[in-house]
């Protein structure tokens, strides 16, 4: 493990984050092998056999929502709409992302807490993949309920891009849909940190990007779906704190230009229902198995599984 913190932090330090759904998988299955070293090979192979299904959505993912563009018009007025008539009121008719950049931003200089407002948004490249490969390691059984509601979170934000492809404000500002110029800040703060090589891939990673995959905000959508997964883990009193997580998301996302405030919220309904789907899907599942088994007819043929402590776990 030691090894490859060093090796992680030297890549991370020269090359940026692991974006790349296949980098990013050989990171985490080198984290898996050094975490459970020693043990026989097919468990570490039974890592590939899991997680692969999960870099061919993050590859489908990377590869077509940049044609996402190119088949429709782009959305640009309605989102500015549903801003000015939610926020109008206390922002003299501005979004909330030129209200806030008119009062924070300093072109010639960098603030200290944009450095804050860049780590939460590279977060989002580690944060639920980061859960996931933690569960995985400890609770394979958690790990698949987090993994369900995350596909079913990332379908259905993929396919909004094509169906209604929405532009952010930095771009609505470009073609002259906003009065003001809205820069790109969400990735500013780096200079403050002077991680350059750091965040050299998120910057060709955002140019290489569909510019116009604002609706749903998935940067929110799944920072709340953390969260919410260890809400009902946790005693209340530690929800406060979870809670911050996803409003400094929104705030980044806001401020830096990277999304309205209307795809917040959408995401955020977006992840009501990926855990709603999923529920319904679980409960289903439960209630055949409970029904075949008082038919006494086996649902699934016996599978002995390796958990995290060495032992084997039966189930059926």
Sequence with gaps: MGCWVALFVAAVLSWGLPTDPVYAFLWLWALAVAWRFGRPWREHLAFARDWVPVVLLLTLYNLSRGFADNIRTPHVTEMIDADRWMFGWMTGGEVPTVWLQQRL???????????????????HFVASLGTAIVLWLVARHRWAQFMRRWFVLGLAGLATYFVYPAAPPWWAAVNGYLDHSVPRLSLRGGQELGMHGAFSIVKLGQAAANPVAAMP???????LMVVLFFALMVRKRW??????????MTFTLVYSGEHYVIDVLVGWAYVVFAFTVVWLGERWWRERRARTAADGTPVRAEQREPSADGSVRTSV
Excluded: C, G
């Design 239 to 248: 929800w406060p704190l979870l809670a911050l997580y996803p409003l400094a």
């Design 217 to 223: 905000s998935l940067h929110t959508a799944y920072a």
């Design 105 to 123: 931003y300093v072109p010639d200089d960098v603030q200290w807490w944009e450095a804050l407002v860049s780590m939460v948004y590279l977060s």
